[in-house]
C-alpha cells in the first residue's frame, strides 16, 4: 500500500542553521512521483519539488537541496541557512502513475520553527 | 493572474447540516480535486474532477459528493455535518488530465468547524 512517513514532528532550529526533513515512503509502483509542500499559517500549500522515480539526481535550488534515494525508499529534504520565513509546516507526498485514483498520499507534516 | 480561490474561508455549522464549499481553479486549469485537512495532519484525498467528470474518489462517505462546472469551477457538498467534518478543506487545480503527475497549485482552503 501507498504510504508517506514523516517522523519528525517538530523541530526546532535557530536562525542560519541547517536543517533536514526526513521523509520515507512506501509503493508497489515502479513509476512514481515524489513532491515536497510548504504550508505556511495562511494555509495554502506551496509547491517546492517535484521528482519522478526514474530521476535520482540531487536538487539544489538556492538554500533547498533535496536528495532521493530508492533504495531506501526517501526524500529528503534540506534547508541551509535557514531563516525564520522558512517557518511552516512542511509536507511530503506520492503519487502513483498507474493506480488510476489520481490523487497524492500526503505525510502527516513537519512543523519547521526557526528562532531569530 | 488569480491563484486558486477558495470560499468561503471560514464557516461554523452544527452537527446535522449541510455545508457547500466552492472553488475557482487558475485559469486554463480543466482538473480539480478536493483535500480534508484535520487539524495536525496531512491533507487526505477526496475527489478529482476533470472536465467535469469524476475522475478519482477517496475514502470519505457518501455525505460527500461534489461537481464540476462547465467553466471548471467546483462545490463540495457535505452532508448530515458530523464534529469529525471539522477541517481545512483544499481545493487544488492542474493543468493535466493526471493530476497525480503534475504539480497541484492549492487555494488557501475553507476552514469548516461543526458545532
Known amino acids: 500500500a501507498q504510504k508517506v512517513t514523516q517522523a519528525q514532528t517538530e523541530i526546532s532550529v535557530v536562525e542560519k542553521e541547517d536543517v533536514t526533513l526526513d521523509c520515507v515512503y512506501e509503493?508497489?509502483?515502479?513509476?512514481?512521483?515524489l513532491f515536497w509542500y510548504k504550508q505556511p499559517p495562511s494555509g495554502e500549500l506551496v509547491f517546492l519539488i517535484r521528482?519522478?522515480?526514474?530521476?535520482?539526481q540531487n536538487e539544489i535550488s538556492g538554500r533547498y537541496s533535496w536528495n532521493f534515494q530508492k533504495s531506501t525508499n526517501s526524500f529528503n529534504f534540506t534547508i541551509t541557512a535557514s531563516q525564520v520565513v522558512d517557518s511552516a509546516v512542511y509536507f511530503c507526498?506520492?503519487?502513483?502513475?498507474?493506480?488510476?485514483?489520481?490523487?497524492?498520499?500526503f505525510g502527516t507534516g513537519t512543523r519547521l520553527k526557526v528562532l531569530a | 493572474d488569480a491563484g486558486v480561490t477558495q470560499s468561503p474561508t471560514h464557516l461554523i455549522k452544527t452537527r446535522g447540516q449541510h455545508v457547500t464549499l466552492r472553488c475557482s481553479p487558475i485559469?486554463?486549469?480543466?482538473?480539480v480535486s478536493w483535500y480534508q485537512q484535520v487539524l495536525g495532519q496531512g491533507p487526505q484525498f477526496i475527489f478529482q474532477?476533470?472536465?467535469?467528470?469524476?475522475?478519482g474518489r477517496g475514502n470519505f462517505p457518501d455525505r460527500f459528493s461534489a461537481r464540476q462546472f462547465p467553466n471548471y469551477s467546483s462545490e463540495l457538498n457535505v452532508n448530515a455535518l458530523l464534529l469529525g467534518d471539522s477541517a481545512l478543506y483544499l481545493c487544488?487545480?492542474?493543468?493535466?488530465?493526471?493530476?497525480?503527475?503534475?504539480?497541484?497549485?492549492f487555494g488557501e482552503g475553507s476552514r469548516l468547524t461543526v458545532l
Open positions: 509503493t508497489r509502483d515502479t513509476t512514481y512521483y
Open positions: 507526498a506520492l503519487s502513483e502513475v498507474y493506480s488510476g485514483t489520481y490523487k497524492y498520499i
Open positions: 521528482r519522478n522515480s526514474f530521476d535520482e
Open positions: 474532477y476533470y472536465e467535469k467528470e469524476e475522475r
Open positions: 485559469s486554463g486549469h480543466k482538473s
Open positions: 487544488a487545480s492542474s493543468l493535466r488530465r493526471q493530476g497525480n503527475t503534475g504539480e497541484l497549485f
